[in-house]
């Protein structure tokens, strides 16, 4: 579900043309607004903007709701709100936040806090490291030359009669779980890893941290975060199936879960066939990824990456296991050869009962929409299931394993299959019982 267009409302305002009367001291991060001054009037009005062009962007709202609509968008830091272009081109603001979540803009990711505004966030959850970009008013200047230092009651794009001067200042926050902000600080950090504060500090004491400095707070939080991806769970058993929970701002499980979702132990030799029908032996070692659903390969460096020829491939050969590819229902492994072959295919799809996730306390996915749980990285833990997923194989065509389907197959001899089914009572959701109707099927087919 998402919320339609209609449920924002906007303000225009209206951007003006450079001035040359103006003469301005500038210098780096200071910027001076004249008295009777329009700012976005002024030769520096474009550095209001975080980014020199408007980019695509999209809103998601803080129960999981995301626009079905992609906004030419960009921060104002100035005015420190987000603007938008809409389809007449006209510079728009979004004025209704406050069920505001996030914002994303090309590849950079806004947090909306309803009191303070927008941060960019600079390193993900579990706790995330974000940035405040400010127009600090330093210094007023009237008439008479008299000059005071700013005060908080700046009302900014207003037209004053006296100068004012800013400073471009940037400061730095974590965010919590629980979405809530705290000043990057080492009590802060100690505060949020309160079960790891020895061997943080321990890492304050070998490092010289600067908590102003973006590559030191960085560098922390990636350990700090580290520390705590080291005690997730590896997948467990749960009512008789292998749940994944997959952690808050993770595209991917850690790589010490990861390495236990793979098919075989070890990364296989493999042989392919390619979808021109030929076939080589590749190069690289490959192995299946039950979490993702594709074949990763561990390159000449020794890292572990995706196999990128995919979409090429037709089957691939591990050590004797074939999986058979299509590129809409992904890789199968034949469990049985012939004319018709049975194949499983083995992956993680999230889980969608909402029964389930509420009594483990997963209230922020059983209440997400389907399309905001589906997204790459979410705000929140999230859950998924091991599924085994049965086909048969016919002419390099998969069919899911049903009744409808193998009647559809074998139309020649469906009485004969159908006398077969009810006779040993079998079950199409059975390996062991897929393989024997399987079997059958293929001496009716050579007959």
């Given at each position: 579900?998402?919320?339609?267009?209609?449920?924002?409302?906007?303000?225009?305002?209206?951007?003006?043309?450079?001035?040359?009367?103006?003469?301005?001291?500038?210098?780096?991060?200071?910027?001076?607004?004249?008295?009777?001054?329009?700012?976005?009037k002024l030769p520096?009005?474009?550095?209001?903007?975080?980014?020199?062009?408007?980019?695509?962007?999209?809103?998601?709202?803080?129960?999981?709701?995301?626009?079905?609509?992609?906004?030419?968008?960009?921060?104002?830091?100035?005015?420190?709100?987000?603007?938008?272009?809409?389809?007449?081109?006209?510079?728009?603001?979004?004025?209704?936040?406050?069920?505001?979540?996030?914002?994303?803009?090309?590849?950079?990711?806004?947090?909306?806090?309803?009191?303070?505004?927008?941060?960019?966030?600079?390193?993900?959850?579990?706790?995330?490291?974000?940035?405040?970009?400010?127009?600090?008013?330093?210094?007023?200047?009237?008439?008479?030359?008299?000059?005071?230092?700013?005060?908080?009651?700046?009302?900014?794009?207003?037209?004053?009669?006296?100068?004012?001067?800013?400073?471009?200042?940037?400061?730095?926050?974590?965010?919590?779980?629980?979405?809530?902000?705290?000043?990057?600080?080492?009590?802060?950090?100690?505060?949020?890893?309160?079960?790891?504060?020895?061997?943080?500090?321990?890492?304050?004491?070998?490092?010289?941290?600067?908590?102003?400095?973006?590559?030191?707070?960085?560098?922390?939080?990636?350990?700090?975060?580290?520390?705590?991806?080291?005690?997730?769970?590896?997948?467990?058993?749960?009512?008789?199936?292998?749940?994944?929970?997959?952690?808050?701002?993770?595209?991917?499980?850690?790589?010490?879960?990861?390495?236990?979702?793979?098919?075989?132990?070890?990364?296989?030799?493999?042989?392919?066939?390619?979808?021109?029908?030929?076939?080589?032996?590749?190069?690289?070692?490959?192995?299946?990824?039950?979490?993702?659903?594709?074949?990763?390969?561990?390159?000449?460096?020794?890292?572990?990456?995706?196999?990128?020829?995919?979409?090429?491939?037709?089957?691939?050969?591990?050590?004797?296991?074939?999986?058979?590819?299509?590129?809409?229902?992904?890789?199968?492994?034949?469990?049985?050869?012939?004319?018709?072959?049975?194949?499983?295919?083995?992956?993680?799809?999230?889980?969608?009962?909402?029964?389930?996730?509420?009594?483990?306390?997963?209230?922020?996915?059983?209440?997400?929409?389907?399309?905001?749980?589906?997204?790459?990285?979410?705000?929140?833990?999230?859950?998924?299931?091991?599924?085994?997923t049965y086909f048969?194989?016919?002419?390099?065509?998969?069919?899911?394993?049903?009744?409808?389907?193998i009647l559809k197959?074998?139309?020649?001899?469906?009485?004969?299959?159908?006398?077969?089914?009810?006779?040993?009572?079998?079950?199409?959701?059975?390996?062991?019982?897929?393989?024997?109707?399987?079997?059958?099927?293929?001496?009716?087919?050579?007959?």
């Amino acid at each position: 579900m998402k919320l339609s267009f209609f449920g924002l409302t906007f303000v225009l305002f209206l951007l003006g043309t450079w001035d040359s009367q103006f003469v301005y001291a500038q210098t780096s991060n200071y910027f001076t607004v004249p008295a009777q001054a329009e700012v976005l009037k002024l030769p520096w009005r474009e550095r209001i903007y975080r980014f020199q062009e408007f980019q695509k962007g999209k809103i998601t709202y803080t129960k999981g709701f995301e626009l079905d609509y992609e906004f030419q968008l960009n921060y104002n830091v100035y005015f420190e709100r987000m603007d938008f272009i809409d389809s007449s081109g006209d510079t728009l603001c979004i004025t209704n936040t406050d069920q505001i979540k996030t914002i994303q803009i090309g590849n950079a990711t806004f947090f909306h806090e309803n009191t303070s505004g927008y941060y960019e966030v600079l390193v993900h959850l579990p706790v995330s490291l974000a940035f405040r970009n400010q127009f600090v008013l330093e210094e007023i200047e009237f008439a008479n030359g008299m000059k005071s230092r700013g005060t908080p009651t700046d009302r900014r794009g207003a037209i004053t009669d006296y100068g004012r001067s800013y400073r471009k200042v940037f400061s730095y926050f974590l965010i919590d779980q629980n979405n809530e902000l705290h000043p990057a600080s080492r009590t802060s950090i100690l505060n949020l890893f309160p079960a790891y504060a020895t061997d943080i500090k321990g890492y304050l004491l070998e490092h010289r941290v600067g908590f102003d400095s973006r590559g030191d707070l960085m560098e922390l939080i990636h350990y700090c975060n580290q520390l705590i991806e080291d005690t997730y769970e590896a997948p467990q058993t749960l009512n008789g199936a292998v749940t994944l929970r997959l952690p808050a701002g993770k595209r991917f499980p850690p790589r010490k879960v990861t390495d236990s979702l793979y098919r075989f132990s070890e990364f296989q030799d493999a042989k392919v066939i390619w979808t021109d029908h030929s076939s080589s032996f590749h190069l690289e070692k490959m192995n299946y990824n039950t979490f993702t659903g594709k074949m990763d390969v561990i390159n000449v460096n020794g890292d572990t990456v995706k196999f990128t020829r995919w979409h090429e491939t037709e089957i691939v050969n591990l050590d004797g296991i074939v999986f058979f590819q299509d590129l809409e229902k992904g890789y199968m492994e034949i469990l049985l050869h012939g004319d018709l072959a049975v194949a499983v295919r083995n992956n993680f799809t999230i889980v969608t009962d909402k029964t389930m996730l509420q009594g483990l306390g997963l209230m922020d996915q059983a209440t997400a929409s389907e399309l905001s749980n589906r997204t790459p990285v979410t705000t929140f833990d999230r859950l998924y299931r091991l599924e085994k997923t049965y086909f048969f194989i016919y002419r390099n065509e998969p069919y899911e394993a049903s009744k409808f389907s193998i009647l559809k197959l074998m139309k020649k001899d469906r009485d004969a299959v159908i006398e077969y089914l009810n006779n040993n009572n079998i079950s199409l959701n059975n390996e062991q019982q897929l393989k024997q109707l399987t079997t059958y099927c293929n001496r009716l087919l050579t007959k």
